[in-house]
């Protein structure tokens, strides 16, 4: 773990559970893509950069959760670098107390309040096109996260952040985390258009070739809708339809993942019922969802 990757002239990343991207952005001046998950992670992001001789201008964030911005308040506060991050994540980042707040619906417990889900604060600026180190894009990435992106380097890296899972996870975890199946679907087929010299996912491995990974994730959200409908042959009040869906994963519950896999199941359901496959109603002072009654 920290070992320092170089994947292009200038383009490298950190191999850490979150990939940091490490780009050089002048002679001995990089920007990061993200900056790990803690103060810890900070610390080693940092030593691998003095190892080079580097220093840190600015960490660009793609998206808040605490396992991508966890390092910006160390970094920032040990070399005075500037930090962006898109649209509403900016105030996820700067507020992130935010981030189990979304998840549990309301002022969130001790339980979801520690660090794997509450990062830091640092100070965020807006990240706009005007404030990219020369030749870099900004890739919209919704989905996962309300406005994550990714961001294309001058050397044709794409840095692909959260907007796809490994093999691996997608075995393990089946229903794996996102706000918007539409728009995690759609941002996937955008995805599998694109030609770049390589893709960083942050989770899976990089790769020349991104649209078969893309792909088994989209087939794995149709799969999670199609479970989410077949379950809700019968009303479903919310935690009777989570239940089955843990039964039926054979997941095992705990605070974090009824937070997580219930926020995502949400989603799902907000989804499929705006698009006309399930009807929430209120039966018996219950929110039930269940697939349309032919009559
Ligand atoms: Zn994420």
Redesign the pocket.
């Known amino acids: 773990m920290y070992e320092l990757i170089q994947v292009s002239p200038t383009c490298y990343y950190i191999q850490s559970p979150?990939k940091v991207g490490v780009v050089l952005t002048g002679e001995n001046e990089v920007c990061l893509i993200d900056s790990g998950s803690d103060k810890d992670a900070g610390k080693k992001v940092l030593r691998v950069l003095q190892s080079q001789g580097w220093t840190l201008k600015a960490i660009y964030n793609t998206?808040s959760?605490a396992?991508?911005i966890g390092g910006n308040r160390y970094l920032q506060t040990q070399t005075g670098c500037a930090i962006y991050a898109p649209a509403i994540e900016l105030a996820f980042t700067e507020h992130p107390l935010l981030e189990p707040t979304f998840l549990y619906g309301g002022n969130p417990p001790s339980a979801l309040r520690h660090k794997f889900m509450v990062a830091q604060e640092s100070d965020v600026l807006p990240l706009t096109g005007d404030v990219l180190p020369a030749g870099w894009e900004i890739v919209s990435l919704p989905g996962?996260?309300f406005r994550?992106v990714g961001f294309r380097t001058p050397d044709g890296v794409v840095y692909l952040?959260?907007c796809l899972s490994s093999e691996a996870t997608l075995e393990k975890y089946k229903v794996c985390?996102l706000v918007d199946p539409a728009q995690y679907i759609e941002t996937l087929e955008t995805v599998k258009t694109m030609e770049a010299a390589l893709f960083v996912p942050?989770h899976a491995d990089p790769a020349a070739e991104i649209a078969p990974l893309a792909q088994r994730n989209i087939d794995a959200v149709h799969a999670v809708a199609n479970t989410l409908t077949t379950l809700c042959e019968t009303p479903q009040s919310f935690d009777a339809l989570l239940r089955r869906v843990f039964e039926t994963y054979g997941l095992t519950m705990t605070f974090e993942q009824h937070a997580l896999v219930g926020s995502t199941v949400r989603s799902y359901l907000t989804w499929l019922t705006e698009s006309g496959k399930l009807e929430m109603t209120i039966d018996d002072n219950r929110l039930v969802w269940q697939r349309p009654q032919i009559s």
Do not use: L
């Open positions: 979150a998206h959760h396992d991508h996962h996260t994550m952040a959260d985390f942050s």
